[in-house]
């Protein structure tokens, strides 16, 4: 192997690194924003589910039958369902989203990383191949030579 050869590889190696750095900081930037959004929609869904928990205390609270009493927490139970369940599929969205968008970054760095060893695969190939057509060119010299 030459200089420039030796050269070429330790900036090819460089980039990558750069490339694998720049990946991973875009990456938690998706992290960070994708977190912010997360947390927003949990907090607003505990806002709610708190205010429509104290709405139904009300409305239990001024109630003189038995019957109405049940009625008002069923309506309760059923609609906190209903919240629960589409709150559910929203942060999953949320959830899924995210991982998508982490995963942006690596889709070419994952390409240039299979490409690189290729390469390298190629090389050393190469010259194992190359090595040994010398060993089997001294072999064959000792042999005439004797």
Do not use: C, W
């Not at 930037?29 to 009300?58: R, W, Y």
């Not at 190939?125 to 005439?144: C, M, R, S, Y």
């Amino acid at each position: 192997m030459n200089q420039q050869t030796i050269s070429q590889q330790a900036e090819a190696a460089q980039k990558f690194g750069k490339d694998g750095m720049d990946a991973v900081l875009r990456s938690f930037g998706t992290l960070s924003k994708a977190s912010q959004a997360i947390a927003v929609e949990a907090t607003d869904f505990a806002k709610q589910s708190f205010e429509h928990g104290t709405a139904t205390l009300e409305k239990l609270a001024g109630v003189r039958s038995f019957d109405k009493a049940l009625e008002i927490q069923t309506e309760y139970v059923k609609t906190s369902y209903e919240r629960l369940v589409a709150q559910t599929t929203k942060m999953t969205e949320l959830y899924q989203n995210l991982a998508k968008e982490m995963a942006k970054p690596f889709e070419g760095f994952v390409a240039q990383a299979q490409e690189q060893v290729a390469k390298a695969q190629d090389r050393a190939f190469a010259a194992a191949k190359d090595g040994l057509k010398k060993v089997e060119t001294e072999t064959t010299k000792i042999q005439n030579a004797a």
